[in-house]
């Protein structure tokens, strides 16, 4: 959508400079209305998140299910975003109604997993709505995932030296984000 604006814009302004070609003042006005154009598409700029590597060498963080907190563990090995039994039963997720039959390899072995979706997902700036994520059985984890059901949704993700930075898409003015494609 947003290249298909571009492309209008800038055939409006190369029409502009052709009517107004033989008059400067009239070639003005139109690169003046075609940059307020571009200006009132710009972007503000993209929220980011620094996460500080910790001492056993993980980034951890309080995150927001719900808009409750939570702790939680960078894991770039998880497909999927992973709650404890006891943090979903703390932020209210109807763990009566969910059935544990996905399959799930942890770092303490196999166990059971149940699909759900989270409404909201924040990491400081960073708000995802919709979540894809599991919950695995009472006791079977002590930490909570932040998997790659989160991260993908982010513009990039990486880290440099032992700071872990998450870059969200940019607010468009007018609070619209830019459009999800199939592939996010």
């Known amino acids: 959508m947003i290249r298909f604006l571009l492309v209008l ?7 502009g400079a052709v009517v107004a070609y033989g008059d400067p003042d009239q070639f003005v006005r ?16 993209a929220p980011a998140v620094q996460i500080q590597r910790g001492q056993g060498g ?16 960078i894991d770039t090995g998880a497909t999927s975003v992973v709650l404890t039994w ?30 759900l979706t989270l409404d909201r997902l924040s990491v400081g700036h960073l708000v995802e709505k919709s979540v894809p994520a599991l919950v695995v059985q009472r006791g079977q984890m002590k930490t909570n995932l932040l998997g790659m059901s989160f991260l993908d949704r982010l513009e990039s993700w990486g880290v440099r030296s032992d700071t872990l930075m998450l870059t969200g898409y940019p607010e468009l003015q007018g609070g619209h984000r830019r459009p999800r494609t199939a592939i996010d």
């Open 86 to 115: 006891e943090t979903a039963r703390a932020i209210g997720l109807p763990l009566d109604m969910l059935e544990y039959n996905v399959d799930l390899e942890t770092a303490g072995g196999h166990t059971k997993a149940a699909r």
């Open 9 to 15: 814009v800038m055939l409006a302004g190369t029409a």
């Open 58 to 73: 993980e980034f951890a963080l309080r995150a927001k299910i719900n808009g409750i907190a939570a702790p939680m563990v």
């Open 30 to 45: 139109a690169s003046t209305k075609v940059s307020h154009m571009f200006r009132a598409q710009t972007a503000s700029p």
